[in-house]
């Protein structure tokens, strides 16, 4: 219980001591508002995405790439980020299934559409990149990348200022288990674990079993991809991804164990990928994959936490802000021609040749 | 007078000093060494990275993306390639997030022939630096410069690349650095690590001063009005030479020192092309989607009819590598006779 008190930022006022469950066994001690809460988050996470579908199969998108699935692991993340800009607060480098995350750090439905949409008005990228590549400086998100892996030596950097910053804030990288398969993966292990100059980093990668078509047993000899931690004595372990509440504990255990000794952890979640790779092999559901969100809400209902009422707004409360967000979003502009120029440089200043 | 390490060494102290400089790292980059070529050395924000060019260009990438500032060296351009997909992401991310996030980082890497570097140590990497959008690309030819443009680099809030010609690094310039010491024996003393136990050694800097060398700001080394010749980095000393030869025979040549790849000083070309009506761009880099014949390309198009002759590109051969035996080397990349010839052969071209 001692690791559950423990402070990890903004987010955790949510756990009302008080109130705790007796179910430990069930729900880990957490408080029933916050059991409420990341099951809120992940309705949300679950609607919206369902929702970018959607657009794309009403032809109002180009592509979908998206994290349904990974609800029970995103989601937690989201809410034990210590959120804020600067070295000060905790760096998140994102995959592009990372919208669970994204919406339990306070994520607007609209601002998701507005990036799927190609919106002038998508404050991540203006309407020049893909759906779910979020970039919000607010929040120390940094800009999502259609290659995979890159993320993984970019985020040493981030956690190099931090650990000369001193403030305890730590840096997050998230990815698939494909993607492991690239240099930049052990580019990252090796250099958070270094003797005596290793990194507040928490090195994650959420295996759902496959790379676009191809699975993953035809591609790795390792037992667990966290292994490959452990031969940098990188502290690592193997956690139900699909499980909201041993995600969240191990979460705050580790980012605790970062904040504290200033090494790195690293945390293999084992999640569903319930669609397709993207839009690309048809956003299809997939079957015989655990839906995390529904196997959660079934245990909360069973369990009294949830009534099945409150449950049922949840998601029609969802699904119209769903529909009233892409609305919005139909109605405002998208990028206009001649801004093909901006923001090569800082400040705008001139990048075009034909004008040196 | 300082030779072209001794300038980056003093480039980065003073960026380290003023300018909140916080990293400079690579392979050996930091204590003993200093650097392959010592531009590093006595740094005190140098330290040394994994060997993994991928490791040091992300790191470099997130550093800059919390607002710190910072030099990485890649040992040598050879070695940059596997990098070329962070580079490009590097020189987008200000783009793909409207704005959002900058990069104040720079890259260094020695470039180019001309030490009998065999294959994987000869290559140029300008005319690849030139296709990536967002970066600031920039290449001294002495001294004075190269600490100008390094500090110009370091204080530019994109991307940047110092691309630092291997076969200059001990070589000196004719003009000082504000503050160095005129004696190069005392700058040595100073700053220029004791050969054997290094490990109380400590660098005494000289008192240098601010001094910036604007992107996009080429320099007339030689005045002329037959012919105008446009090259940086080494190759610049190799057309004043050949200028200097040819003057003694009756010609008159404007060279232009690039400094700045991109941004370029299209108006310091085009005022002498219209001066001159004929135009050689000299670069050692391969000579297939060279970054000289989009100069020329552009000569061509905006200055066609004022034109006395084609304009020409002297560049490396489009050969896989630079062979070790002179013989080769010599071969690829573009020699003092070439310059030489294709400046008179143009001079005596008529429309």
Partial sequence: MKKNELKQGPKQNL????????????????????????HSHMVKARVLEERLIKIYRAGESFFWIGGPGEEAWGVPLGMLAKKGQGPAYD??????????????????????????????????????????????????????????????????????????????????????????????FASSLILASRKGQELPMLITVQNNKWGISTSYDGQHGESFIADRAKGFNIKSRVINGNDPVETYLALQEDMEYIRKTGKPAFIEAMVSRLYGHSSASGANPIQNEVDPVKVFENKLLKAGVLKQAECQKIWADFEAEGVRATEQARSESVPTANSIWDHTYVNNENADWRKF | MANMAQAIRMALHYAETNYELKDVFGQ?????????????????????????????????????????????????????????????????????????????????????????????????????????????????????????????????????????????????????????????KELKNMIDAPIGDRSKWKPKWPKIQEYLVPFGEGKITRSGDQITVVSYGRHLLICNEVADQLASEGYSIEVIDLRSIYPYDWTMIK???????RVLFVNEDTEVTNFGEHLAYRVTQ??????????????????????????????????????????????AEVP
């Avoid at chain 1, 469950?21 to 508002?33: A, E, H, P, R, V």
């Fill in chain 1, 15 to 38: 756990k009302v001591q008080s109130n705790h469950l007796k179910s430990k066994d069930q729900f880990g001690g957490l408080s029933k508002q916050l059991l409420l809460q990341m």
């Fill in chain 1, 91 to 184: 760096y998140l480098h994102l995959h592009y299934r990372c919208s669970p995350t994204l919406i339990a750090m306070g994520l607007e439905m609209v601002d998701s559409i507005r990036l799927m949409m190609n919106r002038a008005t998508d404050p991540s990228t203006g309407g020049r990149n893909f759906s779910n590549h979020f970039c919000f400086p607010k929040w120390n998100i940094a800009p999502v990348t259609s290659p995979l892996e890159v993320q993984y030596p970019i985020a040493c950097g981030t956690a190099h200022v931090q650990k000369r910053t001193g403030k305890k804030s730590i840096t997050i990288v998230t990815g698939g288990d494909a993607g492991t398969a690239e240099g930049d």
């Fill in chain 2, 28 to 184: 050996d980059v930091g204590a003993p060494l200093g650097g392959v070529f010592t531009a590093t050395q006595g740094v005190k924000s140098a330290w040394n990275s994994t060997l993994d060019e991928r490791g040091i260009i992300g790191m470099a990438m997130g550093i800059a993306m919390t607002g710190d500032r910072c030099v990485a060296e890649i040992q040598f351009a050879d070695y940059i390639f596997n990098t070329i997909d962070l580079l490009k992401i590097a020189g987008n991310t200000l783009w793909c997030t409207n704005g959002q996030y900058n990069l104040p980082m720079t890259v260094m890497t020695p470039v180019g022939a001309g030490i009998r570097g065999s294959v994987y140590h000869s290559h140029s990497f300008d005319a690849w630096a030139s296709r990536l959008a967002g970066w600031k690309i920039v290449m001294p030819s002495n001294p004075l410069d190269a600490y100008g443009l390094l500090l110009s680099c370091i204080l530019d809030p994109n991307p940047t690349m110092f691309l630092k010609p291997k076969a200059l690094m001990r070589v000196r310039g004719e003009e000082l650095i504000p503050g160095e010491p005129i004696d190069e």
């Fill in chain 2, 271 to 277: 005022t002498s092309v219209q001066k001159t009506g």
């Fill in chain 2, 302 to 347: 905006e200055l066609f009819y004022e034109l006395l002759a084609r304009p020409r590109v002297i560049a490396g051969k489009h050969v896989p590598g630079i062979g070790l035996h002179p013989h080769l080397e010599d071969a690829s990349v573009p020699q003092k006779h070439e310059i030489y010839e294709a400046i008179k052969d143009i001079c």
